[in-house]
C-alpha cells in the first residue's frame, strides 16, 4: 500500500502541474487578446482630433460664459439677445472673439429658449462635436450650443 500511495502522489502533483500550466496558458491568451483589442480599437484616426476638438469647445464655452467685455458679462449679452433681440454682439463681435481664440476653426453657435431660437450662425457644420451649456438670466433660462467643425 506503501507503493500505491506513492504513485497516486506523483500522478498528483503531474495532474497539478498540467492544472498550472493550463491557468498560465489561458491567463497568457487573455492578456494576448485584451492587448490584440487595445491596439486596434486605437488605430481610428478620428477619435483624437474629435476628443481634442470636444475639450476645446468646452473650454471656450466655459471662457466665454466668464468672460466680461465692457462691464457686461457675456450672459448678459446673450440674453439680451434673446430678450430683446438684441444681438449686434453676436454677430460683429463674437466672430472676432473666435477668430483669435482659435484662427480658420469653422463653428456654429445657437442660441434658443425653450419658446424660440434667438440666435444662429449662418455656417453649418457636416462634422461637428458641441458643447451644451445653459445661461440664467432675466428670471429665464438660455440654451447656449458652440460646435466646432471638423
Known sequence: MH???RIFKIK????QTEMMGLVILVLLISLAGIFAIRFL??????VGPEIKLQTQAENMQTSFLKLNIDGRSMS??????????DCNFLSSTFPNLMNLTLP??????????NSKSCYET??????KVASNGIISGNNQVYSLQLSLCY
Open 3 to 5: 507503493k500505491q500511495g
Open 12 to 15: 498528483m502533483k503531474k495532474a
Open 41 to 46: 480599437l486605437s488605430s481610428n484616426t478620428e
Open 76 to 85: 448678459d449679452l446673450f440674453s439680451d439677445c434673446c430678450m430683446n433681440n
Open 104 to 113: 480658420g476653426q469653422n463653428y456654429e453657435l445657437v442660441l434658443s429658449t
Open 122 to 127: 449662418l455656417k453649418k457644420c457636416t462634422k
